[in-house]
């Protein structure tokens, strides 16, 4: 099982990155996928997810509004759009997997892509 986060970056202050998380090594159907980050010296935060079968998604309540989650089933994919960055946003950013629903621990982690938002 792998996933691969791409995308991150030095971006400016009200900048909208978006990011990647690409899946191989299970069927991506079946699985769930989240974002969380981690900032330094903070405990981890979910995002956002996303479930397979209908695209039910969930937002954290700072983020929603923001950024939004979306996956290609096609391509093994799940996307962020982040808009309008703080500094605040500055963080590793982190996708995850778990098999069927949204809720629940999350099964495997990328490595994380960092996001460093400049003001």
């Known amino acids: 099982v792998q996933l691969v986060e791409s995308g991150g970056g030095l971006v400016q202050a009200g900048g909208s990155p978006r990011l990647s998380c690409a899946a191989s090594g299970f069927i991506f159907d079946d699985y769930a996928i989240a974002w969380f980050r981690q900032a330094p010296g903070k405990e981890r935060e979910g995002i956002s997810c996303?479930?397979?079968?209908?695209?039910?998604?969930y937002y954290a309540v700072p983020m929603k509004g923001r950024f939004t989650i979306s996956r290609d089933n096609a391509k093994n994919t799940v996307f962020l759009q982040m808009n309008s960055l703080k500094p605040e946003d500055t963080a590793v950013y982190y996708c995850a997997a778990r098999q069927g629903g949204i809720w629940g621990d999350y099964d495997y982690w990328g490595q994380g892509t960092q996001v460093t938002v400049s003001s």
């Open positions: 996303i479930r397979s079968t209908d695209g039910e998604t």
